[in-house]
C-alpha cells in the first residue's frame, strides 16, 4: 500500500489532536498506522474520528504548524489487509444468515396459516355439500359453493406448497452461508498460520528449523562450521574456519598445515645473498646480456684519466684494463670481445678548455681499441696529449 499524502494537517505542540484539510482519514488509514509529521517525525495513529481528525501518540514533540505536510504509513502489512477483508466479509455474511433465517420463519409462519387456510376451505366445502343434499332447491347454489370452497383450498394448498419451496430454499440459502463462513474462518486460519511461523525483527534465539534446509543442514548452520584440516605429506586438507590468530601470531602467515608459522628471517629485504656465480638463473641472463647486446645499448664504455705510468680507470662496463702506451696512446681491452674486429663504432671525448682537443682511431679489434688523444696548437699544428678525463664508449658490438 502507498503513503497517504493528501490535503494538510494542522498540529499542535504537545497536543495529540491532528486536523486535516482536504483529507479522507477514514478510508485511508487504520489504528496502528504510522503517522510523520511536519516535523518529520514518526507518531502512532492511536484513534480516527473523522475524515479530518485524528489522534497520535505520544502527543506531538515539534513546533506548531497550521498547514503542514505530512505522510500516514500502512504499518500492519498486507496480512492486515486481508484480515480486515475478512472481518467485513464476515460481518456481512452474518448479517446475510440473520436475514435469511428472519424469511424462513416468515415463510414458515406463512406456510402454517395457508394449511390453517386450507382445513377451513375443507370444512366449508362439506358444510357446503351437505346443505346441497338436504336442499334440492339450494342444490345448484351449494354446488356452486362448494366449487368456491374448493378453489379456495386448491389456491390455499398451492400457497402452501410454495411456502414449503420458499422454506427449502431459504434453508439451503442458510446451508450456503455457513459453508461460505466455514470456509473464511478456514481462509482467516491459514492467513493466521503464514505470519504466526515469520520471524520478528532482531535476534530470534528460538528459531528450530529453516525451509528449503535438510535436518542436517541446519544442524550444520546451528552448530557452526568446523575448522580447518591442514594438509599433511600423504592427506589433502578439509576446507573450514581458519584457526584463530593470537597476539603473538600477528607477524606470521597461514601455512597448508594449518598453523601460523613465522616469516623466514636472514638478509634485508631486496638483498641477494652469496655470490653471482651462485645466481645461475641471473648469471645466464648476465652473460646474455653481455654476449649478445642490443646494438642500441653500449656493448662497453670507460672513463679514465690520461696520466703518465697506469691510467686511472674511475668506471668501466666490459672493459678489464686501459694500457697507456705513450703519451695520448692508449689501448682499450674488452673483458668479452666483440663479435666483430670492425663492424663496431665507439663514441670518445676528453676533459680540455683552453684548445681544441680531439680523438682518433689507431686500431680495432674484437678483443680491443686503440686509440690516441690529440690537441691543436694551431690549424696546422697537432700533437699527443694526456687529458685529465678520457670517455669512451663502443656500441654495436
Request: with cysteine.
Amino acid at each position: 500500500m502507498t503513503w497517504y499524502k493528501t490535503g494538510t494537517v494542522s498540529v499542535t505542540s504537545g497536543s495529540n489532536a491532528v486536523i486535516g484539510t482536504g483529507t479522507s482519514f477514514i478510508a485511508n488509514s487504520r489504528v496502528g498506522d504510522a503517522f510523520r509529521g511536519p516535523d518529520g517525525e514518526w507518531y502512532e495513529v492511536t484513534n480516527i474520528a473523522s475524515d479530518t481528525a485524528l489522534s497520535i501518540a505520544p502527543n506531538y514533540q515539534g513546533a506548531t504548524v497550521a498547514a503542514g505536510v505530512y505522510s500516514l504509513a500502512p504499518m500492519q502489512g498486507y496480512v492486515k489487509d486481508s484480515a480486515d477483508a475478512l472481518r467485513a466479509a464476515t460481518q456481512v455474511i452474518a448479517s446475510g444468515v440473520a436475514d435469511m433465517r428472519e424469511q424462513v420463519a416468515a415463510a414458515t409462519e406463512a406456510a402454517t396459516s395457508a394449511g390453517q387456510s386450507k382445513t377451513v376451505a375443507t370444512e366449508q366445502a362439506g358444510i357446503a355439500t351437505a346443505a346441497a343434499e338436504a336442499s334440492t332447491d339450494n342444490k345448484d347454489a351449494a354446488q356452486l359453493a362448494a366449487q368456491q370452497s374448493q378453489a379456495s383450498a386448491q389456491a390455499s394448498g398451492a400457497a402452501a406448497v410454495r411456502s414449503e419451496s420458499a422454506r427449502d430454499s431459504v434453508v439451503q440459502s442458510e446451508q450456503a452461508a455457513a459453508a461460505s463462513a466455514a470456509a473464511a474462518s478456514e481462509s482467516a486460519e491459514q492467513a493466521e498460520a503464514v505470519t504466526a511461523g515469520k520471524a520478528a525483527s532482531g535476534d530470534n534465539n528460538d528459531i528450530n528449523s529453516l525451509h528449503a534446509l535438510t535436518a542436517d543442514g541446519f544442524d550444520r548452520l546451528r552448530q557452526g562450521i568446523a575448522q580447518m584440516v591442514g594438509a599433511t605429506a600423504s592427506v589433502a586438507g578439509v576446507k573450514g574456519l581458519v584457526p584463530v590468530a593470537s597476539v603473538s601470531d600477528r607477524l606470521k602467515v597461514l601455512s597448508g598445515a594449518g598453523i601460523w608459522v613465522a616469516l623466514p628471517k636472514g638478509g634485508t629485504w631486496g638483498e641477494i645473498a652469496g655470490t653471482l656465480s651462485a645466481q645461475t638463473d641471473l648469471q645466464a641472463a648476465l652473460d646474455a646480456k653481455t654476449s649478445k647486446s642490443d646494438p642500441r645499448l653500449p656493448s662497453a664504455y670507460v672513463t679514465f684519466s690520461g696520466s703518465a705510468g697506469t691510467p686511472n680507470v674511475r668506471g668501466a662496463f666490459n672493459v678489464s684494463s686501459v694500457v697507456r702506451n705513450s703519451i695520448g696512446d692508449y689501448t682499450i681491452n674488452f673483458s668479452n670481445p666483440m663479435s666483430s674486429a670492425s663492424n663496431y663504432t665507439f663514441l670518445a671525448s676528453v676533459s680540455q678548455s683552453n684548445f681544441d682537443p680531439g680523438v682518433s682511431i689507431i686500431n680495432m679489434s674484437s678483443t680491443s681499441l686503440r686509440i690516441s688523444t690529440i690537441k691543436w696548437q694551431d690549424y696546422q699544428n697537432v700533437v699527443l696529449f694526456d687529458f685529465p678525463t678520457v670517455c669512451v664508449t663502443v656500441l654495436g658490438g
